[in-house]
C-alpha cells in the first residue's frame, strides 16, 4: 500500500476523544509487545537448536527425539501466527514488500523439512542432520526478520494495537489446538544451562 493510503488509514482509525500523544504512546507499547513476542519465541528457539547440539544424543535418544518434535510442533505455530496475522498486517506497511514474500517461502522451506524430519525414524542418521539443518534455516531466516522486517516497520504507522491482540488471540488458539491433539508446544523446552556462555558464544559470532 502506498505510504500515503497508509497514513490515511491510521489517522482515521485512532479517530476518539484521546489525546493524539496518548495514542501514540499506545501504539509504541503494542508495536514493542508484537515485536517482542516474535522475539522470545526466536530466542527460544535458538536456545532449543543449541541444546540439541550440545547434547549426548546417543545416550538420550528419548530426551533428544522429544525436543525435537517439540520444536517442530513450536516452529509451526510460531509460523503460522506469522504467515495468518503478522505477515499480512507488515505486507500493507513494509516498504520492501519482497521481504515478506521471501520470509514466506523460507516458511514453506521449512515447512516442507519438518514434514520430511518428523517422518523418518528417529535412528536413521538423516533424523538429526534433518534437524541440525531446520536449526540453520531458521537461524537465517530469524536473522532476516529481526534485522530487515522489524526494523522496516518500526518506521510505520501499523494499527499496533489491533496486531497485537489478533497475536495473543491466535496464538492462544494454536497452542490449544496442537496441546488438544497431544503435542508438546515446547513452552517448556526452555534451557537455562549454559545460557551466558550461548549468549556470550552468540554476541561474538554476529560481532
Ligand atoms: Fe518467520
Ligand atoms: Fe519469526
Same mark, same amino acid.
Given at each position: 500500500m502506498p505510504q500515503s493510503q497508509s497514513h490515511a488509514r491510521s489517522s482515521q482509525h485512532h479517530a476518539s476523544s484521546r489525546s493524539r500523544s496518548e495514542s501514540r504512546r499506545d501504539s509504541e507499547q503494542a508495536?514493542?509487545?508484537?515485536?517482542?513476542?516474535?522475539?522470545?519465541d526466536h530466542k527460544?528457539?535458538?536456545?532449543?537448536?543449541? $541444546?540439541?547440539?550440545?547434547?549426548?544424543?546417543? $545416550?538420550?535418544?528419548?530426551? $533428544?527425539?522429544a525436543l525435537v518434535r517439540a520444536t517442530c510442533v513450536a516452529l509451526m505455530i510460531h509460523a503460522s501466527l506469522e504467515e495468518e496475522v503478522f505477515y499480512p498486517a507488515a505486507r500493507e506497511c513494509i516498504d520492501e514488500e519482497s521481504l515478506i514474500e521471501e520470509a514466506e517461502v523460507e516458511h514453506a522451506s521449512a515447512r516442507?523439512?519438518?514434514?520430511?524430519?518428523?517422518?523418518?525414524?528417529?535412528?536413521?542418521?538423516?533424523?538429526a542432520a534433518s534437524f541440525t539443518v531446520l536449526g540453520e534455516y531458521t537461524l537465517h531466516?530469524?536473522?532476516e526478520e529481526e534485522k530487515e522486517i522489524f526494523p522496516q516497520l518500526s518506521r510505520?504507522?501499523?494499527?499496533?494495537?489491533?496486531?497485537?491482540? $489478533?497475536?495473543?488471540?491466535?496464538?492462544?488458539?494454536?497452542?490449544q489446538q496442537y496441546r488438544l491433539a497431544g503435542e508438546?508446544?515446547?513452552?517448556?523446552?526452555?534451557d537455562d544451562e549454559g545460557d551466558e556462555e550461548a549468549a556470550e558464544a552468540e554476541r561474538q559470532r554476529d560481532a
Open positions: 508495536r514493542e509487545e508484537v515485536l517482542g513476542l516474535l522475539i522470545e527460544r528457539m535458538k536456545k532449543v537448536f543449541r $541444546a540439541f547440539e550440545r547434547m549426548d544424543r546417543d $545416550a538420550r535418544p528419548d530426551e $533428544a527425539q516442507s523439512l519438518i514434514e520430511q524430519l518428523l517422518q523418518l525414524d528417529p535412528q536413521d542418521p538423516k533424523y531466516h530469524i536473522k510505520t504507522d501499523m494499527d499496533w494495537p489491533a496486531l497485537v491482540q $489478533a497475536m495473543h488471540e491466535r496464538r492462544q488458539e494454536l497452542l508438546d508446544t515446547g513452552q517448556a523446552q526452555e
